[in-house]
């Protein structure tokens, strides 16, 4: 299952026309709940066609303030009200000292942050009875690391007991940012409880610098990454792509959908010849 | 449990800088890496104000527009976990802070109030209204459409250029916004302020419009202009029809 996340750029090309075939959407809760009129309308009309899969924006899971439980509540609602097959979130804090930013910040990689995130995980998985599928985001700073990213996640995917959403992208991004080996971070990274997986482009901006705009294509050396993630994984978790700017012809998005899921198929279900 | 401070001072000297701007070293960090969630985090707030501000944007000069979004976020907490309401905590902003451009344009809470208004008419959860399209245009019960708003301003806002709004234009002005139900526009009528008193009535229930003239103690003089205006109104849905 390869889905595309539902932006009111395109909303009216794709709903109105045939190009694109997603087997599933992905929306913000935060951009959609509570709202009426027009885009309650397209909302309803994409519902009618296709499973809903979300990613959270403003839960800012990392950050030293409380959880907001005014807000988890509206995103309960808004699950259960469109029978979302899965809530995402961020690995990072993206409000502060009460302050919405909303960007994704990245969380300092310490143990007392770990114990502090994994136990707002757990609450809000309990609000919500359901699992968190958590991100690992780009980051292009550390913030006072005691330890390494790769321990970091790796301890609160242990202590939340939450689902990853490991995002392929991501993680290529951060390897060249941070300078490791994306392939040894796949390896080494705890993807028992693989929910969900993202696949994005991201943008070059320096020699030693790469920002994860999701506005252009994925790029050869991610598919790479993702079969190899595949490979490991084993089973048919289901992958989204990610486009939020620079929107191309949908029939270019189709066609990395495809690229991704024929990928997928070729892992899952190789062709075997037989031996004469 | 609480972070212990180390993390948590951290976390906040971070945010603090990509709100302000203004770095001074916390440990571990890059700081020319750092400079990207700082114009990340500014860029979103830019947008967003300029996409749901246009006529405030355009009213102001560049120096002003920066300044302007510089000071909102770097001075107010955004409470919002949903950026479409942003708006409204600009203009929360403007008049809790007591705005310094409100001397040079005094209409500016006025402009910034009725942008906020379209934006909420236009994105707001959906109103449930029961009534029936036949009746009697005098006699029968009209039913306003619950997705309206009745606004009085100060300043002409939504019928001149804001650049070109004199402190003379101040006067009494009469706004309703409604959203059409089937496209989801909203659109803008402007009104008498004996016309506002009678949708501010049928705001609290249905009324017919023989009741209204004689709550508002009109004359048959009036009566003419107010069935045209009516019969509008249920052409472009600010009236949905009549009472069940
Ligand atoms: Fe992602």
Known sequence: MVGIGFRKDFAEDFLNGNELAPFFIEVAPENWMNVGGFWKKKLKKALEKYPLYTHGLSLSIGSPDPLDFSFLKQVKSFLNETNAQIYSEHLSYSKCDNAHLYDLLPIPFTQEAVKHVAQKIQQAQDFLERKIAIEIVSYYTPIAPEMNELDFVNAVLTEAKCDLLLDVNNIYVNSFNHQYDPYRFIDELNIKNTAYIH????????????????????IDPVYDLFEYTMKKLKKDVPVLLERDFNIPELTELQTEMNHLQSIKNNVLNPVRYAVA | MQLLNSTQQNQSAFAN?????????????????????????????????????????????????????????????????????????????????????QKKYPFFAELLWFEWLEVELFMMDDKPASFSLSGHILNNPLVINPEFHLQYFSYPIHTKVANDIKKEDKNHHFLALHREPESGKVLFTQLSPLLARMLEILGEGPRSINELLTITEKNKKTKEGVICFFENAIQSKLILGYKN
């Open chain 1, 199 to 218: 696949m994005a482009g991201h943008r070059k901006v320096a020699n030693d610098l790469i920002i994860d705009t999701h506005g252009e294509a994925i």
């Open chain 2, 17 to 101: 800088y990509c709100r302000t701007g203004k770095y001074s070293p916390i440990k571990g960090v890059i700081e020319k890496r750092a400079e990207h969630y700082r114009s990340l985090v500014y860029n979103i707030i830019d947008d967003t104000m300029q996409s749901a501000l246009p006529l405030t944007f355009n009213l102001l000069t560049i120096e002003e527009w920066d300044r302007f979004v510089n000071d909102f976020f770097c001075q107010h907490n955004c409470r919002t976990a949903q950026l479409w309401r942003l708006p409204l905590e600009v203009h929360e902003f403007v008049i809790s802070s007591n705005y310094y451009l």
